[in-house]
């Protein structure tokens, strides 16, 4: 099993920045190491369906963004320290939402099926 814990998220003013964090962890990690699992960040508006933010590669190397958040926010993961970022600037009251971390180690393309999920942490940007 893999364990996600989100973290960063909170209240700010249109135009803010945000950094989420999202911690790895769980038994799996002694037979598959993190940098085998493709992480992605997904979130859900209220009333909305939950929808891709952006997602990176095993790696790093590359990485994928919905249109909405092209430009303004930036996924990264630290494969050492088990951990992957979304750094949100320029943030919306669009973007108001709760966030999802998730991982697959199965997958090979960014905007699949993802098999781990975190419980999600709130960011609520004012206008």
């Known amino acids: 099993q893999v364990q996600l814990v989100e973290s960063g998220g909170g209240l700010v003013q249109a135009g803010d920045s945000l950094r989420l964090s999202c911690a790895a962890s769980?038994?799996?990690?002694?037979?598959?190491?993190?940098?085998?699992?493709?992480m992605a960040w997904f979130r859900q508006a209220p009333g909305k369906e939950r929808e891709f933010v952006a997602g990176?590669?095993?790696?790093?190397?590359?990485?994928d963004y919905t249109d909405s958040v092209k430009g303004r926010f930036t996924i990264s993961r630290d494969n050492a320290k088990n951990t992957v970022y979304l750094q949100m600037d320029s943030l919306k009251p669009e973007d108001t939402a709760v966030y999802y971390c998730t991982a697959d180690r199965r997958l090979t393309t960014s905007r699949g099926t993802y098999g781990f999920w975190g419980q999600g942490t709130q960011v609520i940007v004012s206008s």
């Open positions: 769980g038994r799996t990690f002694s037979t598959y190491s993190f940098i085998q699992y493709r």
């Open positions: 990176i590669s095993r790696s790093g190397g590359s990485d």
